[in-house]
């Protein structure tokens, strides 16, 4: 499968190049030439599937003849070896739960399948590539582990200095050996800032690539969710409305990418915090991004969403066509909490932040008779342990995956300038 950049002026080009490149020359991030549907069959029998099987299907086009199928089998089989529950918290409401991996968020998934395809690209290849990528928090942990031990790649992992949760700083500076985290004397927007000169800076001869969800292989996976839930639900409920609580809009847009594939979905609510670029520009038309507002679902900051470009493309830049199919609501953090709590009062479910803000989209954009609304839990209570224990009467549990690394001893470098970073990556 080719992919063509987005800004239309770098030459088409492999899987392998999209993802060891990240972005394009152009600065464009990569779209896929074709999307063809799978075959009615296979979506009407699904449940006859596993979810490897699944996944196998949806994402072999994209990856074409550039891995061979037994690799792409034992990839997906790394990568998608955990649950991914469906958990009913109203009448008409349930809640897709992609917080069962090692890290306990959903770039898991994406970070070890991205993972695993860089390793299987660089095999027979000395130079190392280096995958430089910015954090706010949850980005960093799934690539710390998602990318450990991977051969041939090493992992530089920038973050804010004391802008991250203790769980979090834990997850991206222990584990060591290919991993190196970078504490960022600054906020998010600088590490960011930093990874962006390190890939224009032309003293630097190492190849880097980046993590985030702009790569096609960090990206593409996360249809598989879309199509793991249609196999738990196609059987009661006819029509089903996805809300995803969106920061840079990377799985959401592989939710529309699943529906292009034939998954029947009826609709879309990209779910926001008061980070509200995409709600504002569905209202006008006017796509104005903005500088990022702290929240308490903060995972969702983005103040320019990389991946909103891919949606467009999807809906051929047509507005009126993406309203169709496609709506997004922004929501404060008091609105969010007391959403918490009322999820919490009506059914005893436990929401995190960014879950609550995805159910409040479902309810803000109503569910017909026939409708079903499903929100993403995009992360474990745990990983915002103080929000959750102030809002609701609960104690969180701390689970395995999290007891494992919590007394390890933290590792990083300071980094206070770009400078810093750059003699790093001269070494
Ligand atoms: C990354 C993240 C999001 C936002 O996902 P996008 O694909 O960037 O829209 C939402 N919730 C949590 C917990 C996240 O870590």
Redesign the pocket.
């Known amino acids: 499968m080719n992919y063509y950049s987005l800004h239309h002026k770098s030459p088409n080009t492999t899987f392998k190049n999209a993802v060891v490149e990240g972005l394009a020359k152009d600065r464009g991030i990569y779209f896929p030439e074709n999307i063809t549907p799978l075959s009615k069959d296979f979506i009407d029998n699904i449940s006859d599937y596993s979810n490897h099987e699944i996944a196998f299907e949806a994402i072999k086009q994209f990856v074409g003849d550039e891995i061979p199928t037994d690799i792409l089998k034992e990839i997906i089989a790394e990568t998608v070896s955990f649950d991914f529950p469906v958990v009913k918290v109203d009448d008409n409401i349930a809640t897709l739960e992609l917080?069962h991996g090692p890290t306990m968020?959903?770039?898991d998934v994406g970070a070890k399948f991205m993972a695993k395809c860089l390793e299987y690209f660089n095999k027979d290849n000395d130079n190392e590539v280096t995958v430089l990528v910015a954090t706010s928090?949850?980005?960093g942990g799934?690539v710390a582990n998602g990318f450990l031990s991977a051969k041939g790649v090493n992992v530089v992992i920038l973050y804010p200095s004391g802008k991250v949760s203790d769980i979090q700083e834990k997850q991206l500076t222990t584990l060591g050996k290919n991993i190196t985290a970078l504490e960022v004397d600054g906020v998010f927007d600088d590490c960011q800032d930093m990874v962006k000169t390190a890939f224009l800076d032309e003293d630097i001869e190492r190849t880097l690539t980046s993590a985030?969800?702009i790569n096609v292989a960090r990206?593409l996976p996360?249809m598989f969710y879309f199509f793991f839930a249609y196999k738990e639900l196609h059987k009661q409920h006819k029509d089903l409305i996805f809300s995803?609580?969106?920061?840079?809009?990377?799985?959401?847009?592989?939710g529309i990418m699943a529906q292009k594939l034939g998954l029947p979905i009826k609709h879309f609510i990209?779910s926001t915090n008061v980070n509200d670029t995409v709600p504002n520009y569905l209202v006008d038309g006017v796509y104005s991004p903005k500088p990022s507002k702290a929240t308490i679902?903060n995972?969702?900051d983005?103040g320019n969403?990389?991946?909103f470009i891919r949606i467009r493309e999807l809906f051929n830049n047509d507005l009126e066509l993406l309203k169709s199919a496609f709506s997004s609501y922004s929501f404060s953090d008091d609105e969010t909490r007391a959403t918490m709590k009322k999820i919490y009062e009506n059914s005893g479910y436990v929401a995190?932040p960014?879950?609550a803000v995805g159910f409040l989209g479902l309810k803000k954009h109503g569910l017909k008779e026939n409708e079903f609304g499903v929100f993403?839990e995009?992360?474990h209570p745990v990983?915002?342990l103080d929000v959750v224990e102030e809002t609701l009467p609960v104690k969180v549990e701390i689970p395995e995956q999290i007891k494992k690394v919590i007394n390890n001893t933290k590792v990083a470098l300071k980094a206070a300038t770009y400078e810093d970073l750059k003699a790093y990556l001269m070494k």
């Not at 995803?244 to 592989?254: M, Q, T, Y």
Request: net charge neutral; hydrophobic share 40%; proline share 5%.
């Open positions: 917080f968020a959903f770039k928090g949850d980005t799934a985030n969800s990206w996360q995803v609580p969106s920061g840079n809009f990377g799985n959401i847009c592989a990209a679902s995972a969702m983005v969403p990389s991946n995190d960014h879950g993403l995009t992360a990983k915002f």
